[in-house]
């Protein structure tokens, strides 16, 4: 991995001094918290804290990871590891890393908010070379929750057209998982017969059902479970079975027709460099691709990238004959500037209503 350039270094010391700002950052718009990683006793100075920041339903995979990362890291080096842990909307955790939250390492739910970070001078370009797999680091599919006993008979992404239907998503503006939803609905049309005119009338029509457009998976999450509104959710195939591990049993379908949602893990260069803690970052890295972590995130609802892991958790979780990814609808550049962005599509679809 390179070395900072001394602009990007320059940078993020200007943006040092609004660190107490991004403290208020953490505590209004994430959910952070400290885990300290020590086996025994104190750690007599003799110890290296990481920041991870992340999207907000990577949590329950990362409460896991993180002890046997830190155990593994002791016995090697005779260092204790103390993590910071940030969880939120994977656009606002972007924005937040991007404003001076020092993180060391961004885990967030797609590779358009890495590259923002990218843009921002504080990850060197390159950084899908760094780990494997293009630094994807668990995958899942979207996936379609409803009420108990399937009142309104949802079968399928047609359904949520239906003026019937009450969808509960979040907002694609603040949540990465909200724009893998989004983009579920539009490739289901594109890359099975539709128009981009057919495509966008559908899309239009399940957003005038979607009575309120919460800031990320897990607020999404609590207003269909714990709220009770809407009929049925879209959310992460990950979240629908880690709901069930919660007791929350609603029936659910996972489409044929489906997006692969690729999750990707990156070393936030500038930072580390000023903190000095390259080296623990990128073996936390290396390990979230050892068998030992690829079952954590596949215990808590994440298709696993390691071969072996995934053949060992089969069942659980199929394959899907009609999966396409972002790359079919024409790779993050394009999607951002035809739906995300300013102005672009999803600007004009709420502007309609």
């Known amino acids: 991995m390179k070395i900072s350039t001394g602009r990007g270094l320059r940078r993020l010391i200007d943006r040092s001094k609004i660190w107490k700002k991004s403290v208020a950052l953490f505590l209004v718009g994430t959910t952070l918290s400290w885990v300290i990683s020590a086996c025994g006793g104190a750690a007599s100075g003799n110890q290296v804290e990481l920041t991870l920041v992340s999207y907000a339903v990577t949590r329950a995979a990362y409460e896991q990871i993180i002890p046997q990362f830190a155990e593994q890291w002791k016995a090697e080096h005779d260092q204790e590891v103390v993590f910071r842990q940030s969880y939120g ?3 606002s955790q972007a924005r937040a890393v991007i404003d001076g939250l020092g993180a060391d390492l961004v885990a967030l739910a797609l590779a ?3 590259q923002a970070i990218e843009e921002a001078g504080l990850i060197e370009p390159g950084w899908e070379d760094e780990a494997p797999n293009n630094a994807i680091v668990h995958r899942s599919v979207a996936a379609i ?9 949802i079968q399928g992404w047609d359904d949520l057209a239906r003026d019937d239907v009450r969808a509960i998503t979040a907002n694609p503006k603040t949540s990465g998982g909200a724009r893998w939803n989004f983009l579920v609905l539009w490739g289901d049309k594109i890359k099975n017969g539709g128009t981009e005119e057919e495509a966008f009338e559908f899309v239009k029509q399940v957003y005038q059902n979607v009575p309120i457009l919460p800031r990320n998976a897990r607020e999404a999450t609590d207003i269909f479970y714990e709220q009770r509104q809407g009929d049925v959710l879209i959310n992460y195939e990950n979240e629908v079975l880690l709901a069930q591990q919660q007791g929350q049993t609603l029936p659910y379908i996972i489409p044929k027709s489906n997006i692969s949602i690729d999750n990707p893990i990156a070393v936030v260069d500038a930072n580390v460099d000023r903190h000095g803690t390259r080296e623990v970052a990128e073996a936390f890295v290396r390990f979230l691709y050892t068998p030992e972590a690829q079952r954590e995130f596949a215990k808590v609802g994440f298709r696993p990238v390691d071969e072996s892991v995934a053949e060992e958790f089969s069942e659980k979780y199929p394959p899907l004959s009609g ?5 079919d609808l024409g790779g993050w550049d394009t999607v951002q500037e035809q739906f995300f962005a300013d ?3 999803f600007d004009d679809i709420q502007a309609s209503f």
């Open 323 to 327: 999966l396409f990814t972002v790359e």
């Open 112 to 114: 358009l908010d890495t």
């Open 145 to 153: 929750i409803t009420r108990d006993g399937n009142p309104k008979n």
């Open 89 to 91: 909307g994977s656009g």
């Open 343 to 345: 102005g672009a599509m």
